[in-house]
């Protein structure tokens, strides 16, 4: 028989969680005073991307303080769409991008989403007759390598931008200083690799100031790397002023923020991947917010074996089965309604070509591992899902490398580009569910798709990112 797991905990939210989450954030209590009032990216509206910003605040605020927003005086971050031709025209402008993109062995860009999410702020900066000074790292590389060069990008960069991007061949000194003095108005100079320098990383305060001397202001639009204290994320901001979020980082701190914090509900969470281990702060953080929170992937094979369930060879974590007793017992109190799979996909190997069948989640063979979602369970999540406002999506539901037990995570990604036809906010939270929707080709249809991994889990996690928390600040008053 199939594993009850799903049925022992309540399938409506109780009234007390909604009010919670309303009374931790209430963005609609603020007065804004910020010309950024009027910005918008991608049809999101300006009052929304700051009610993301302000929400995180109060917050940080109200959990410093033991007390509720009411009558805090917050701060949101300025933006690169406050700077105008007056600002712009004829600075120097010192943006921090992540162009971190896979390459292939020739050194052929095999996805360029990054470069094309970091366009909107470079074409703002140069039709305001800025004088675009780029900077970015490329992989993890130990001192100058040639193949973590960032010369490949040029090409795309100068396609998408229309102009011909120039390149120096170092990131500070005498040379670069010459190439951007040499740069006119609406032109832009791609540094090179910030990261062959082992000052960045440190972030230290020399190789900061030096970053800093080549330009007049600072914009972050590196969402990917905004959880690294890096000199060119963190560091420089102490010798630029303004420093301003840049549109792509707004858009990003919007949704994984703004939407996550004052949801439309019904909101469901759909957490997998590989271990329970990496995922604790996101659901716990996401046990604060959600009505229904869906567990699928690698993990759920440790909650089935808290429970007493035999798992065969699944992948389980040991040391993590209090945590998942834990973790089980909190939803229930929150009245969070926590859908575990009732059936699986098992494999007699970890390889594309297993012999597979489906069991209930309670009856896993010996020698058998569970490597996808069951098919009434992608109908349960689906019936779950039909009645959601907001859905965040982190971490696919089965190896999806493996297209044998990849049925599970495309049916979500399918389920989630229905709806969001239909209306309802859909987020991917980053990293390997993202690959999963590109894979099943609906990313289009995506409310956001994170351009960052570890930083959007971070952001879910709650965490502030320094790279966000370093930028200045607008005024923003509560009433
Ligand atoms: N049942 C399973 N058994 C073993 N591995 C699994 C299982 N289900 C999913 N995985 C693996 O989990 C991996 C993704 O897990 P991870 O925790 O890294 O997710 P993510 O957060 O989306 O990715 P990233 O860490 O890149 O941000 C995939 O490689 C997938 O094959
Ligand atoms: O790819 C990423 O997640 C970002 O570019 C950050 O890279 P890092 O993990 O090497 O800092």
Same mark, same amino acid.
């Given at each position: ?156 960069l100068s396609e998408l931008l229309g102009i011909k991007v120039e390149k120096? &061949? @170092? ?7 010459? =190439?951007?003095? +040499?740069?006119?108005? *609406?032109?832009? $100079? #791609? %540094? ?125 974590? &040991? @040391? ?7 973790? =089980?017992?909190? +939803?229930?109190?929150? *009245?969070?309604? $926590? #859908? %575990? ?139």
């Amino acid at each position: 028989m199939a594993s009850t797991a799903a049925t022992s905990f309540s399938l409506l939210p109780t009234s007390s969680s909604r009010r919670r989450v309303a009374a931790v954030v209430a963005p609609s209590r603020l007065t804004l005073r910020s010309p950024s009032r009027r910005l918008g990216f991608a049809g999101v509206a300006a009052d929304s991307l700051l009610a993301a910003h302000v929400a995180a605040k109060i917050r940080t605020v109200a959990g410093r303080s033991g007390k509720g927003p009411r009558g805090v005086a917050v701060m949101a971050k300025k933006s690169v769409g406050d700077l105008t031709a007056a600002d712009l025209k004829g600075k120097k402008v010192f943006v921090r991008a992540d162009l971190n993109v896979p390459l292939d062995e020739d050194r052929n860009i095999t996805d360029d989403t990054r470069i094309r999410a970091a366009v909107p702020t470079i074409k703002h900066l140069i039709s305001n007759g800025a004088k675009v000074i780029l900077s970015s790292h490329l992989g993890r590389p130990k001192g100058v390598t040639p193949k973590f060069s960032l010369s490949p990008l040029v090409p795309r960069l100068s396609e998408l931008l229309g102009i011909k991007v120039e390149k120096a &061949d @170092d990131c500070i000194g005498p040379e670069v200083e010459k =190439l951007v003095n +040499a740069l006119p108005e *609406g032109g832009v $100079l #791609l %540094l090179e690799n910030v990261r062959f320098y082992k000052e960045e990383e440190k972030n230290e305060p020399e190789f900061a100031k030096k970053l800093a001397a080549l330009a007049d202001l600072y914009v972050n639009d590196a969402f990917g790397t905004a959880h690294r204290a890096h000199a060119s994320t963190e560091g420089v901001t102490k010798f630029l002023k303004p420093s301003v979020a840049g549109f792509l980082l707004q858009k990003e701190l919007d949704y994984l923020v703004g939407a996550v914090s004052n949801p439309k509900r019904p909101f469901a969470a759909i957490v997998g991947g590989s271990k329970v281990s990496s995922k604790i702060g996101v659901i716990e953080s996401l046990l604060e917010k959600c009505d229904i929170l869906l567990l699928g992937g690698g993990m759920i094979f440790t909650f089935y074996k808290a429970q007493g369930f035999p798992v065969g060879s699944s992948l389980v974590e &040991d @040391d993590k089965l209090e945590l998942a007793t834990s973790l =089980l017992a909190k +939803a229930k109190a929150k *009245g969070v309604s $926590l #859908l %575990l799979p009732t059936d699986v996909v098992i494999a007699d190997k970890f390889a594309p070509d297993a012999q597979s069948k489906v069991v209930p989640a309670s009856e896993i063979p010996d020698g058998w591992m569970g490597l996808d979602v069951g098919p009434d369970s992608v109908k349960t999540f689906n019936d779950a899902l039909d009645t959601t406002k907001t859905i965040i999506w982190n971490g696919p539901m089965g190896v999806f490398e493996f297209d044998k037990f990849a049925t599970g995570t495309e049916a979500i990604a399918k389920k989630l580009a229905e709806l969001s036809g239909k209306g309802v906010t859909t987020i991917i939270g980053g990293g390997d569910s993202v690959a999963a929707v590109e894979k099943v080709g609906v990313a289009d249809v995506m409310s956001h798709i994170s351009t960052g991994g570890g930083a959007s889990l971070e952001l879910l996690e709650g965490k502030e990112l320094p790279g966000v928390v370093a930028l200045d600040e607008a005024v923003v008053v509560a009433v």
